[in-house]
């Protein structure tokens, strides 16, 4: 750097807290479910963003230059952890060169941090990597729990306190009206799901165990072979047989996968894809994170009614 340069950027850094006074909180979220919760904790504190819409496989994301230009002046980066990310949020942070958001930094939140995990696998990662499955740490999908939203909404909170001590008051009343609001949801949701308990569907990707954990219902496999891998003609085989023996007629898929081996299975068994939304943002009605739950339970509602209608 010559010293123009250098004389440039004190002048640029020295300038920042006064312009930055009474500015909002800048938060980059690497999901939109992350984002969601975010802005309910932040109100009109914070200015939230999220990298992946919520109709693209987290597991997959173009690392667009444009966000490392959002990611140097955030404030707090939230992000799933547990490799979701692995692909494409490492070099969009490292690039990004913020000290407020870089691995371990305050303004870091892993919001895994303190989430009872289902699916831990007792293989080391490196081998499960090594076959191409992509839950190596557990299963990551873990914001298909509405219970586990008070954890994130912990970690989040405590950023948020942190990056502006002056506001705590406000930041923990709105995480107290978040998780009351929630848990009101919750009971809504958990008696809609009541008559269906047990009750078995499969799906396309691994991405539902703590949905089909909280409300009961059963995903008895799986389109994917393992997490990661696209079906073989000769898995889709044996899917078929599994399906007409144990009955089940609902398919589940998230927008971003081939909808053709759904497709092929609902024909050959006179059975329903259902449309589910994996994320906030993944369809127009689900705009924020208590509609994730409205649009995919009623939804499950909905086919299991259609279910019982043609038996
Ligand atoms: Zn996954």
Known sequence: MNHKNKYLTILLFSAIPFGNLNAKLRIVATLPNFASIAKELGGDKVDVMSIAKGYQDPHFVDPKPSF???????????????????????????????????????????????VPLLEVPNIPAAQLRAGGDIHIYGNPHYW?????????????????????????????????????????????????????????????????????TRFGFKIADFIEPKPGIPPSPRHLVKL??????????????????????ANVISDKIGGRVVKMAPSVGAFDEVQDYFDLFDYNLNNLVEAFKWEESIN
């Open 240 to 261: 078929i047989k599994q399906v007409k023996n144990e009955e089940i007629r609902i398919i589940i898929i998230s927008p971003y996968f081939n909808a053709k081996p």
């Open 68 to 114: 490392i230009v959002k990611m140097k002046k955030a404030d707090i980066l939230i992000w799933a952890g547990l490799d979701l990310e692995v692909g494409w949020l490492p070099p969009l942070l490292e690039n990004s060169r913020n000290s407020k958001i870089l691995w371990g930094a305050p303004g870091n939140v892993d919001a895994s941090k303190g």
């Open 144 to 212: 298909m729990d509405p219970n586990n939203a008070k954890i994130i909404a912990e970690n989040i909170s405590e950023a948020l306190i942190q990056a502006s001590p002056s506001d705590r008051d406000y930041f923990k009343k709105r995480k107290n009206d978040f998780i009351a609001k929630l848990d009101a949801a919750i009971i809504k949701w958990e008696e809609l799901m009541k008559p269906y308990a047990g009750r078995k569907i499969i799906a396309y990707h691994n991405s539902w165990p703590y949905l089909e």
